[in-house]
């Protein structure tokens, strides 16, 4: 009887062990910004005040991650590119940062929000304002950048992460 005994406490230990180590791997799970850090590609297209658009092929680098976020996003073709480079700082669901566009020499600030898969983004500076949207969800986000004041109306991005 004493075996079987000691057999459950033993079970039960490493019961509690296991339950312990996986609440401790849920208070480390994954911020959004941790989600978005590494290498993502895919393809973009360009939209003007006239009418016309153009296809790029865009690349996004994101790094840091936790509360923090760094953002390299290039798209361009044969008569095109776009080069933006920005930072993010969450405090809670909102988002603050910084903002710069090395083509056209460009930079302003950035705020906005975040939601589970989304972050919503208004850009000022550089003589015009822009609205930035990014869903994400596995190993694939989309970007939608809206302008105001510039010739370019839109950019859409499509990239998966790899």
């Known amino acids: 009887m004493a075996a079987s005994s000691s057999i459950l406490h033993a079970g039960a230990a490493s019961l509690a062990m296991a339950l312990a180590l996986a609440r401790a791997a849920m208070a ?19 939209r003007y005040q006239d009418g016309r658009s153009d296809s790029m092929r865009c690349s996004a680098y994101y790094s840091e991650g936790g509360q ?37 020499n460009a930079a302003g600030e950035v705020s906005g929000r975040l939601a589970e898969g989304r972050i919503n983004l208004a850009i000022t500076g550089g ?36």
């Not at 669901?93 to 710069?100: C, V, Y």
């Not at 809206?146 to 992460?161: D, F, R």
């Open 28 to 46: 480390l799970a994954a911020t959004p910004f941790d989600l978005l850090v590494g290498t993502w590609s895919g393809p973009g297209q360009i």
């Open 68 to 104: 923090r976020l760094r953002i390299a996003l290039r798209c361009k073709n044969s008569s095109n590119e776009i080069e933006i480079r920005g930072q993010l700082r969450q405090r809670g669901e909102n988002l603050t940062g910084t903002w710069e566009e090395r083509t056209f």
């Open 127 to 162: 003589g015009f304002t822009a609205s930035m949207l990014v869903t994400y969800g596995g190993t694939k986000q989309v970007i939608t950048i809206a302008t105001q004041g510039t010739a370019m109306k839109s950019i859409n991005v499509t990239l998966v992460k790899g």
